[in-house]
Structure formats: structure tokens, C-alpha cells
């Protein structure tokens, strides 16, 4: 029936402040709902790069080494055989990476800081250098140049340390300053080592200031651990989608090559130590997590965030609806003679209902089409400015110093989809009225 | 039972709060087949009410009401609709045209609704009835550009279209002054006569009555002919 489209078109046009008007309401929700998206969406994707680069691969394969029941060591001994059997099974596999696991105080000039220091082993890691942006030293020194010092793969050099900038900042060195990292060794002693700064990166949310990279060798002397041991092993897929399914794939083949495993956890491992330590096993045990596992107390800051958009997109939604069922009221109780006119000549109550709900859902198409990509063009716009985030603790949640935003054209359509459907929901009342007019009465009706 | 419509005693009532007011009352009419016939009564006698009856827009309170051989006492919406659709054509006082479609749309929208001529056989029809009201040159134009006696043209031809057994109007010239209200009522009557088209309109107008070939005259619900 292209003739009720027609109809329902040039009504909407024939009406047009009143199109405007609610095209531009439903317009600005979806807008606000498109950067709210968005800015999900950034955080979502700066939460991603920044675990997966500090804190976790894909899939993490660590584990607890118990000497005795009340003793648990982040380790994971006969490493060599634990990476043939990553090597040989699993699914998706892009690359691997050994991580040194340790935690302590690092100690500089102007303060100290406390972190994990996280072995690297440059071999295994061909990608490290390029995922890590080096700041320039203006950004962590008053008075700095604006020219980056140090180089990320010197990391190489045994005692190198790596430091983000809020770490730089807090301890007041510079590349080629030393630090001195000081922790508890396996045996309850404490252990010191100095390092040399090599490079200081830009800062990645709030995971970065619990994260100093060393070299593996560094890790080994301070901890006296053996070579056939690590922290973790970090598994990167082609897809990191496949993430828990590779994980249960890989427990089922570390199981079969008689390695013991813990149950699942969702949460990173330093939250593990006191029920660990509190188990009566003694030897080796491996744990299996994917990288959303490590980071969970931020993913859990990420679903607050989108339970308050969608929370707040939801009522302004609500008052839309009932602004749309009011207006088509209005303008069921305006055109009524035309219904009664229309059911005389012979139109049955059902496309009467469609004249109605098409006209909405045209109304509902136009407003969220032009709502979304107004929202997509400011959320393009707000990242590509990098607008600082005005309060400090913001960049903790953003997990970045600007706010972030992320267009994702599924999302989009999504919008325009779910939002359309709420507009032609919110006609379905007013248009049932109007199709269960009888048709003298409606053409009785005096508008 | 000869006649294309056929009220047998029909009376309507209609609810007024706790009480009901009764329209009409046991009222008989037949009209055959190409009758020209107008139904006249003072305001508030019960012309609308017949016209409603025979147009399939209600059904009687009791009473059969039976057009072009089917009785209308029992149906639901959908099957009224679906008479009102084939079998009947509406003109209307205030001309009742939908206002955002052009005087060829609005001609067309029954055959649209009904969806059974093709496209171009659609077309051929719609311009024929344009020719046929003379408005072959307005086809183009909305309600709003058009003077009165033309919307009341549009309205014909829209009633014509789909070839309906009855063709009812409810005082299809009260609107009109009384050069054009003439000439609509000579259109009418030329149809009538060429193409043998039942008409059956209710009016006040003397001038007009004096056109029709039959007269139903109606005071406080009942047929006083
Ligand atoms: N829906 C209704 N509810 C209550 N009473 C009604 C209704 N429709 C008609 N009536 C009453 O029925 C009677 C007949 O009305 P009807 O409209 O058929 O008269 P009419 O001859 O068409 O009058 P007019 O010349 O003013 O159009 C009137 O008394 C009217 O008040
Ligand atoms: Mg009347």
C-alpha cells in the first residue's frame, strides 16, 4: 500500500513545526545515546589495549607455586613444557609471551613507588616496542624538552626499567637515571636491585601505575628463580573473541598433559594470594584467565558506566514516548474525519492501524538517521579535539588523560533500529484508537 | 425482495446516557435499480440514520437492512467494510476528500484499497471518471486548490470508481451554492441516466428533490410517503 506512505509522508511534511519538534526530540536522545555509546565504546577499547598490553594476553596461563601449604609464589615452574603444550594447542594462536610476575617498591630520587614489575624477555615479544608510546620529557619533567629520550627496546640491557609517566613523575627521575626496586624474595628476605631507566612510555588509564617493565633477568636475579620458570604466559589469538573458548580448549590439553589446574576465577591474580595460600596443596598449580579476568574491577567500572547511559538514555526515552503518544493523539483526534471518511469508502481497521504506525515509524527513521549521525559526527569530533578530561579521577574511569570515543557503525544501526521500534511502540496506542473508531462517529466528528 | 436495497421494519436506536433515542422506526423501503432517489425530511427526521443503514456504516437495531442481496443485520466490521468497499460508493456533504492527495490519488484510493486492477488498467479508469466529472485538468491538484463544486466532482468520481451498486450522498449540495449545488445534481442525474448508476441522496432542497425520480419523505423517523 504505497498510497498510505504517501499519506503518512505528506502529513508529516504538511505538519512540519510539529514533525520538527518531535523529530528533534527524539533526534537529541538519540544523539546523547550515540556518545554515550561511544564513549562506552572508547573506554571499552582503551580497556582492551591497555590490558592487553600491561596486564594480560588473551588468554593467561599462570599459576601458583606453593613450597609449602602457607606459601603462595606467582610461578610457573617447568615453563618449557608448559609452552610446548600452548605452542602445539592452541586454537587461534597469533603469538606467545613469557611475563615475569613481580611486586615491590621502587625507589627514585624525589619518592617511591609501590608496583608490579613485570619481566619482559624482548625475544619473545617482536611487538613490545611498538606497543608501548614513549612520552616526551616535557610531559613528566617541568621545564622538559619537547623531545622523547630513550628507546623502549633497551629494554634488552640487563637492569633496564621501563616507567609511564605518573610513575616518572611521583620518583622524579629521567631516562638514564637510576631507581632501586625493593621486595620480598621467595623466603621472606628482603632483596634489592637497581635499574636504569631506558625509556619512560605515555601513561595507558590506571593500569599503568601499577606497572614497571624490567627485564626477565632482572626478575630472576632478585627472585633467584630458576630459567625454566615465569610469571605467566600470555596468549594472544588472531581473534580475541575466541578468548574463552580457547581458554577451556587449553585447560582440557594442559589437563591431558598432566599438569594440576585451579578452578576458574574471574579475577586477576594478585586478588588470589590469601585463598591460595590458605589451600593445603603444596607443588605446582596452573590457572587459567582471560584478559577481561585480570582487569575485572575496571570492567567492572566499565558496565557502572553503561548501566548509568542506559539508565539515563532510558528516561529520556520514556519522556519522548510520551511526548510521541501524545502527539500522535493529537493528531489521531485531528484527522479523525479523515479516518471516518477513509473506513467509509472501505478501509479496513488494519491499515488504519499501519497509516499510523508507518507514519511514526517514517518520523521515528528520519529523527534517529539524523540523531545518530549528528551523535557519531560529535563523538568523531570530541576524540579527534582529545578534550582532556576535566577532573583527575576521570582518567581513571576513561582509562586515558582525554576522553575517549569509539563510533561503531553496528552500534549505530543498532540506535537507529531500536530506536525507530520505540517510536512506532509509542504510536501503537493512539493508532489502535484510531483504527477502532467507528466510522460514524469519526465521521461525525467536528475537529 | 426485488429491490437493490431493501429495509424491511427497520428501527435504530441509539443509547443517549441511560436512556436511547430512537432515529428511526420501523422503517420499509425498497429501490430498485437504477432509481434516482432522494430522501427528504426536516433536520433531525431520520435521513442520515436510513443512509448509515443502507450504507453499511451501522446496523439496525432490529429490522433487516439487505443491499444488492445481502443482509447486513449480522455482519462484523471487516464484512461491512468489505461491502462499503465493493458495492458502495459515498458522497459527502463537507466533500471529505483526504487532503494531502491530489484529486487523481484521491480517485484512485479506492481502487487501491481494493488492489485488484493493474496498474495501468487503474489508471485508465481514474482518468476516465476525471474526464467523466470534467476535471481532467485539475488531476494534479490537492482539495485545497480546488473551489467547492470541484471537490464535490472529485468526490463523485471517487465514489464512481470502483463501479459500486449504490451510490448513497447525504446532502450533497448543502455546501454548494445553488448554481454549482445544481449542476452537482445534474452530474449526478446524467450518471444516473448513461450509465444507469443507483443514487440515493437525502437533501432539503426542493430544487433538488424535484430532479429525483423517486421521493422518500421522512418526518420523526418514519417513512410518511
Ligand atoms: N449517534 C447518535 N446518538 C444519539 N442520537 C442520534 C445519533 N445519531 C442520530 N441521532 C438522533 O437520531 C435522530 C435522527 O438523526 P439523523 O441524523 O438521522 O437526522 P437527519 O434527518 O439526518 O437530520 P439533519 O437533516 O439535521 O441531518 C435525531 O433525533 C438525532 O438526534
Ligand atoms: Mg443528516
Not at chain 2, 137 to 142: D, N
Amino acid at each position: 500500500m504505497g498510497v498510505l506512505f504517501l499519506i503518512a509522508i505528506r502529513n508529516l511534511v504538511q505538519a512540519r513545526r510539529r514533525t520538527a519538534l518531535l523529530s528533534g526530540a527524539i533526534g537529541l536522545v538519540t544523539a546523547l545515546l550515540v556518545l554515550l555509546l561511544a564513549m562506552s565504546q572508547g573506554i571499552a577499547d582503551n580497556l582492551v589495549r591497555s590490558a592487553t598490553t600491561l596486564s594480560a594476553g588473551h588468554v593467561v596461563v599462570a599459576g601458583f607455586y606453593k613450597p609449602s601449604p602457607s606459601q603462595a609464589i606467582p610461578l610457573v615452574t617447568d615453563a618449557a613444557k608448559v609452552r610446548k603444550v600452548l605452542e602445539e594447542s592452541t586454537p587461534d594462536l597469533d603469538f606467545i609471551i613469557a611475563r615475569g610476575r613481580g611486586w615491590g617498591k621502587f625507589v627514585g630520587p624525589g619518592g617511591t613507588v609501590q608496583s608490579g614489575f613485570g619481566g619482559v624477555t624482548i625475544a619473545d615479544e617482536p611487538r613490545f616496542v611498538s606497543t608501548l608510546q614513549l612520552a616526551m620529557q616535557s610531559e613528566y619533567k617541568d621545564g622538559g624538552k619537547e623531545e622523547i629520550l630513550g628507546d623502549a627496546s633497551r629494554i634488552a640491557e640487563p637492569g633496564a626499567a621501563i616507567l609511564f609517566v605518573n610513575q616518572a613523575k611521583r620518583l622524579e627521575v629521567d631516562v638514564g637515571e637510576a631507581i632501586t626496586f625493593v621486595t620480598e624474595t621467595n623466603d621472606g628476605r628482603t632483596n634489592t636491585i637497581d635499574l636504569t631507566v631506558v625509556a619512560i612510555a605515555r601513561d595507558m588509564g590506571m593500569l599503568s601505575s601499577w606497572a614497571v617493565l624490567g627485564n626477565m633477568d632482572s626478575l630472576r636475579t632478585v627472585y633467584k628463580l630458576n630459567d625454566d620458570t615465569t610469571g605467566a604466559f600470555w596468549v594472544y589469538l588472531k581473534d580475541i573473541d575466541r578468548a574463552d573458548e580457547v581458554m577451556n580448549s587449553l585447560r582440557v590439553s594442559l589437563a591431558q598433559a598432566g599438569f594440576q589446574l585451579m578452578d576458574h576465577q574471574g579475577d586477576p591474580f594478585f586478588f588470589k594470594f590469601e585463598e591460595v595460600g590458605g589451600e593445603d596443596w603444596t607443588g605446582q598449580k596452573l590457572d587459567l584467565t582471560i584478559w577481561r579476568d585480570e582487569v575485572s574491577f575496571l570492567v567492572r567500572i566499565l558496565d557502572v558506566f553503561n548501566v548509568v547511559s542506559v539508565f539515563v538514555a532510558s528516561v529520556l526515552l520514556v519522556i519522548v514516548a510520551i511526548g510521541i503518544i501524545n502527539t500522535m493523539f493529537n493528531i489521531v483526534r485531528e484527522r479523525t474525519r479523515e479516518i471516518g471518511t477513509m473506513r467509509a469508502i472501505g478501509i479496513h481497521r488494519r491499515r488504519v492501524l499501519m497509516l499510523f504506525l508507518i507514519e511514526a515509524t517514517m518520523l521515528g527513521l528520519f529523527a534517529t538517521t539524523v540523531g545518530a549521525l549528528v551523535g557519531a559526527a560529535g563523538a568523531l569530533g570530541i576524540d579527534a579535539a582529545e578534550i582532556p578530561a576535566p577532573i583527575e579521577a576521570m582518567k581513571m574511569i576513561l582509562l586515558a588523560d582525554t576522553i575517549p570515543m569509539a563510533v561503531d557503525p553496528v552500534t549505530l544501526a543498532l540506535v537507529v533500529v531500536v530506536l525507530t521500534a520505540v517510536t512506532a511502540l509509542a504510536a501503537l496506542w493512539p493508532a489502535a484508537l484510531a483504527a477502532r473508531l467507528r466510522p460514524i462517529v469519526a465521521l461525525g466528528h467536528t475537529a | 425482495m426485488s429491490g437493490i436495497v431493501e429495509l424491511t421494519k427497520v428501527t435504530k436506536d441509539y443509547p443517549l446516557g441511560k436512556l436511547s433515542v430512537r432515529a428511526i422506526d420501523a422503517v420499509s423501503i425498497s429501490i430498485g435499480k437504477g432509481e434516482f432517489t432522494a430522501i427528504a425530511g426536516p433536520s433531525g427526521s431520520g435521513k442520515t440514520t436510513i443512509l448509515n443503514m443502507i450504507g453499511c456504516m451501522d446496523v439496525p437495531t432490529t429490522g433487516t437492512v439487505s443491499i444488492d442481496g445481502t443482509i447486513t443485520n449480522n455482519l462484523y466490521d471487516h464484512a461491512l467494510t468489505e461491502l462499503r468497499l465493493n458495492r458502495i460508493g459515498f458522497i459527502f456533504q463537507s466533500f471529505n476528500l483526504i487532503n494531502v492527495l491530489d484529486a487523481y490519488q484521491n480517485i484512485e484510493f479506492p481502487l487501491l484499497l481494493q488492489g485488484t486492477l493493474s496498474g495501468k488498467a487503474r489508471k485508465a479508469r481514474v482518468n476516465e471518471m476525471l474526464e467523466k466529472v470534467g476535471l481532467t485538468k485539475q488531476s494534479g491538484q490537492r482539495p485545497n486548490e480546488l473551489s467547492g463544486g470541484q471537490r464535490q466532482r472529485v468526490a463523485i468520481a471517487r465514489a464512481l470508481v470502483t463501479n459500486p451498486a449504490i451510490v448513497l450522498a447525504d446532502e450533497p449540495t448543502a455546501n454548494l451554492d445553488s448554481t454549482t449545488g445544481t449542476a452537482i445534481v445534474e452530474l449526478m442525474r446524467d450518471l444516473n441516466k448513461n450509465e444507469g448508476i443507483t443514487f440515493i441522496f437525502s437533501t432539503h432542497d426542493p430544487k433538488v428533490m424535484d430532479r429525483a425520480t423517486r421521493l422518500v419523505m421522512v418526518a420523526d423517523g418514519r417513512v410518511v410517503e
